[in-house]
């Protein structure tokens, strides 16, 4: 009987971490033109490099970063609910199906980014107060970023509410929404530092998938805990 267990163990654990394998690989090659500037970018020895790749890099978030690491937050989320997929087929659903959408909040956010982007720029110069600010509010733009792709995989609905309801999660539960982009920023540092191969083998859709595994148990957690209060009232 043991054996058996340890089979289907061994079985389901083998399964997830080549769908955890061929997710990763999926975006890694959707993201190759983003990567690929980065690199050039980390690269670079001139000021007329930085104001031709950062204009490009910052173009390309809302065209390929948003919406594949949507899809792969869609994939990862089937494999937290055990939905049977088809890795790469679905990846690819989820990338057409939620492009515009995705598109839109990828222009949203990054736009955000380069004006606080610029405001720390200028306030670093004047003000150590509006530089502390703009910083936190950086920090809480990607923290809210990440939630939103975690309601965008979960919710078919209008993008203000998931604006809102993300929002609502992120004060509400300071603690876990923070922890959770810690997590995902900790696992991406840590997988480059130790190998790129293991970066791009397995870690953005490992810590994508921790992160919605994350997700799932805490919008549980408050969904019943607000069933148990309206039956109490």
Not at 205 to 232: N, W
Request: hydrophobic share 55%; charged share 10%.
């Amino acid at each position: 009987m043991w054996k058996e267990k340890a089979y289907m163990v061994a079985y389901e654990l083998s399964d997830m971490l080549i769908q955890l394998f061929i997710a990763n690989l999926l975006w890694i090659l959707c993201n190759s033109p983003l990567i690929i500037l980065g690199i050039q970018l980390r690269l670079a020895t001139s000021i007329e490099s930085y104001f031709i790749l950062l204009p490009l890099l910052t173009l390309g978030l809302p065209l390929f970063f948003f919406p594949t690491t949507q899809a792969l937050f869609c994939v990862m989320r089937d494999s937290v609910l055990q939905r049977p997929s088809a890795t790469i087929k679905d990846f690819f659903s989820y990338l057409k199906n939620n492009y515009k959408e995705t598109l839109q909040l990828g222009i949203l956010v990054t736009g955000t980014l380069v004006g606080l982007c610029a405001a720390a720029y200028y306030s670093w110069f004047n003000s150590l107060i509006l530089f502390t600010m703009v910083l936190i509010a950086l920090f809480f733009l990607m923290v809210m970023t990440l939630q939103l792709f975690s309601f965008q995989a979960h919710f078919d609905m209008p993008l203000l509410w998931k604006l809102n309801r993300c929002r609502q999660l992120v004060f509400a539960r300071p603690v876990y929404s923070i922890g959770a982009f810690l997590l995902i920023a900790v696992l991406n540092y840590a997988g480059t530092e130790i190998s790129i191969a293991l970066f791009v083998c397995i870690i953005p859709a490992a810590s994508i998938f921790a992160a919605t595994l994350l997700f799932y148990y805490q919008y549980k957690r408050i969904t019943t805990k607000s069933k148990v209060m309206d039956y109490h009232q």
